[in-house]
Antibody, heavy 121, light 110 residues
Framework: EVQLLESGGGLVQPGGSLRLSCAAFGFTFSSYAMSWVRQAPGKGLEWVSAIIGSSGRTYYADSVKGRFTISRDNSKNTLHLQMNSLRADDTAVYYC??????????????WGQGTLVTVSS | QSVLTQPPSASGTPGQRVTISCSGSSSNIGSNYVYWYQQLPGTAPKLLIYTNNQRPSGVPDRFSGSKSGTSASLAISGLRSEDEADYYCAAWDGSLSGVVFGGGTKLTVL
């Protein structure tokens, strides 16, 4: 059974940093692209970043480019999102998402339960 | 302002057929697959339609997707109360080199 367990969310001050992690179970982690998708309170879904399983190539939304870094440790079946220079509009539930395959990044077949990040002073 | 445009709301009565539209451009819907997600209140999204019109196993055939040019649509027939949820379209955008979502459509079953 596929499971994605996020951790690392919490309250952080504007300008601060936070590192999210996602532990993956139940599939061959290195064979699949992984993404982070966020949802601000009461708002819609926003894709944040993705990383290809086979090559490690990364992609970012313009809103986080230069501030967030996605990475993966295939030996530990873990996905990370390092978030720096956080702003109030980064406040959201962050979902870890498994892509179906290693190519069509819009196709997410499994989602984590989400972890809340709150940026506030 | 989302790259893909959806109506903010839709509604129907039980048994009716409702359609939700998703409008994009040549760099996203016009040249890439469209996906649809259902998000029930308080839960993570769920893949409803992939590669424009395919249903994952377990998704009822009441749900169908289509695409024409730079627009796509999700149709729900035989509307049920449990279909009340937020629906999002998504696609890869070649110009942005990223995934783009629609703003979401809140479906109310009257």
């Amino acid at each position: 059974e596929v499971q994605l367990l996020e951790s690392g969310g919490g309250l952080v001050q504007p300008g601060g940093s936070l590192r999210l992690s996602c532990a993956a179970f139940g599939f061959t982690f290195s064979s699949y692209a992984m993404s982070w998708v966020r949802q601000a309170p009461g708002k819609g879904l926003e894709w944040v970043s993705a990383i290809i399983g086979s090559s490690g190539r990364t992609y970012y939304a313009d809103s986080v480019k230069g501030r967030f870094t996605i990475s993966r440790d295939n030996s530990k079946n873990t996905l990370h999102l390092q978030m720096n220079s956080l702003r109030a509009d980064d406040t959201a539930v962050y979902y870890c998402a498994k892509v179906y395959g290693d190519y069509h990044l819009g196709e997410v077949d499994y989602w984590g339960q989400g972890t809340l990040v709150t940026v506030s002073s | 302002q989302s790259v893909l445009t959806q109506p903010p709301s839709a509604s129907g009565t039980p048994g009716q057929r409702v359609t939700i539209s998703c409008s994009g451009s040549s760099s996203n819907i016009g040249s890439n697959y469209v996906y649809w997600y259902q998000q029930l209140p308080g839960t993570a999204p769920k893949l409803l339609i992939y590669t424009n019109n395919q249903r994952p196993s377990g998704v009822p055939d009441r749900f169908s997707g289509s695409k024409s040019g730079t627009s796509a649509s999700l149709a729900i027939s035989g509307l049920r109360s449990e279909d009340e949820a937020d629906y999002y379209c998504a696609a890869w955008d070649g110009s942005l080199s990223g995934v783009v979502f629609g703003g979401g459509t809140k479906l109310t079953v009257l």
